[in-house]
Structure formats: structure tokens, C-alpha cells
């Protein structure tokens, strides 16, 4: 079955460690996103990625870092200039074009030991 | 700046009965506007897209309308059932005609109660 892949389900991190979250799709899609998703608050994106070797900022990019070298696969770091990291992370694929539905993975759930 | 709010944090519904919930935009121009679905501990599954100019969209039991003067759209699920229970999303193009990138609302907890 197609679909996104997030790993792991459950993430803890130590004060100032950098850690890296998973997202591979086999959806075949050119878009990636990277969401923060935080209790009683909408979802916000921090990066987004178009194509291959390119990705921009989303609105809360600060403390985070991505790379898309490959199609199929776009890791979010959160770096440890992040100082509210606690969250449940969210990766999305979509096809290219403005008006496409996201898919999203199920989600890594960050904690701070 | 731009604003999405869902009316309700919080829906509880008698089952087979209609569950309606809103959206409303404001400093907007959207091209269209997304409903997802989300279960607890899951990432969201789309459900709907609706363009600026369809008053109305359906899928089974799912209508859903927008109305660009009002700024509002409504997501209406007919003959609710417990296993419609979650958290519904709506999501606009958030920078405008032609992005990439949406802006979603906090999302309205949907419980059907049997």
C-alpha cells in the first residue's frame, strides 16, 4: 500500500541534543511538509519542500532544519536551539499544483527527558 | 493577518442526527478550502476540497459549502454515526491563490453520542 511512513512513533530528547525524525513516502509525490502540531492549536508548518534539493521556510522554521535529497524522503532535525520542542510532528506528501490534498504520516510524538 | 476559526472546540451530537460545523476566514482571499478528519494519536485523512466557486461539494454522507462573502464554509455530516467521532480540520491556501501551503484551524472535536 502506498502511503507515509513516520518514524519513530515516540521520540525523547535530552536538553540540548539534536534529534532527527523520519518521513519517507512511496506516494510518488514532488511536495513534502513538515507540521507542528501543539494541544488546543492548529497545525503550522515549518518547512515545506517542492522538489528535490530545494525546500523553504514554513512560519516556524526557527530551530529546526530539513534536507530533500531524495524524492522520497524528507528528515526534519530539531536542533537543540529549539527551545520548545515538545510537540507531535507531522509529515505530508501531495502532488504538485496549488489546490492538491496533503497525506499525511502518522505522526512522531517529541518529548523532552 | 490571516485568520481561520472553527466555531467549536467541542460538538457532542445525538447519532442520526446532521453534525454541522463551521469555518470562518477572515483577511483571506482563499482559492479553496480543504476538510480533513482526524483520530486521536493519528495524522489527518482529507476528506473534501471545495474551489471558490462551487457553493457545494458531497461525498456519501458529507456536504460541504462556501460561501466567500460570508467567509465561512460548513461541513455537515448527515446521519451521524459514534464512528464519525474526531476531530474535523478545515485548511485554506494560506498565502493566497496558487500556494502550496495551507493554513489550518484548530479543528472542532466531533462526539456522536449512540
Known amino acids: 500500500d502506498g502511503g507515509i511512513t513516520q518514524s519513530p512513533k515516540y521520540l525523547f530528547r535530552k536538553e540540548g541534543q539534536n534529534v532527527t525524525l523520519s518521513c519517507e513516502q512511496n506516494l510518488n509525490h514532488d511536495a513534502m511538509y513538515w507540521y507542528r502540531q501543539d494541544p488546543g492549536q492548529g497545525l503550522r508548518l515549518i518547512y515545506y519542500s517542492q522538489i528535490v534539493n530545494d525546500f523553504q521556510k514554513g512560519d516556524i522554521a526557527e530551530g529546526y532544519s530539513v534536507s530533500r535529497e531524495k524524492k522520497e524522503s524528507f528528515p526534519l532535525t530539531v536542533t537543540s536551539a529549539q527551545k520548545n520542542p515538545t510537540a507531535f510532528y507531522l509529515c505530508?506528501?501531495?502532488?504538485?499544483?496549488?489546490?492538491?490534498?496533503?497525506?499525511f504520516g502518522d505522526g512522531t510524538r517529541l518529548s523532552i527527558l | 493577518s490571516q485568520k481561520i476559526e472553527q466555531n467549536s472546540e467541542a460538538l457532542n451530537i445525538q447519532e442520526g442526527k446532521t453534525a454541522t460545523l463551521t469555518c470562518n476566514y477572515t483577511?483571506?482571499?482563499?482559492?479553496?478550502l480543504q476538510w480533513y478528519r482526524q483520530d486521536p494519536g493519528r495524522g489527518p485523512v482529507f476528506l473534501l476540497l471545495i474551489r471558490e466557486n462551487e457553493k457545494e461539494k458531497r461525498k456519501e454522507r458529507l456536504k460541504v459549502t462556501f460561501d466567500t462573502t460570508l467567509k465561512q464554509s460548513l461541513f455537515h455530516i448527515t446521519a451521524s454515526q459514534p464512528a464519525d467521532s474526531a476531530t474535523y480540520l478545515c485548511a485554506l491556501d494560506g498565502q493566497g491563490a496558487g500556494s502550496y501551503q495551507l493554513t489550518f484551524g484548530k479543528g472542532t472535536k466531533l462526539s456522536v453520542i449512540p
Open positions: 505530508a506528501s501531495s502532488t504538485q499544483g496549488s489546490n492538491q490534498p496533503q497525506h
Open positions: 483577511n483571506y482571499s482563499p482559492a479553496y
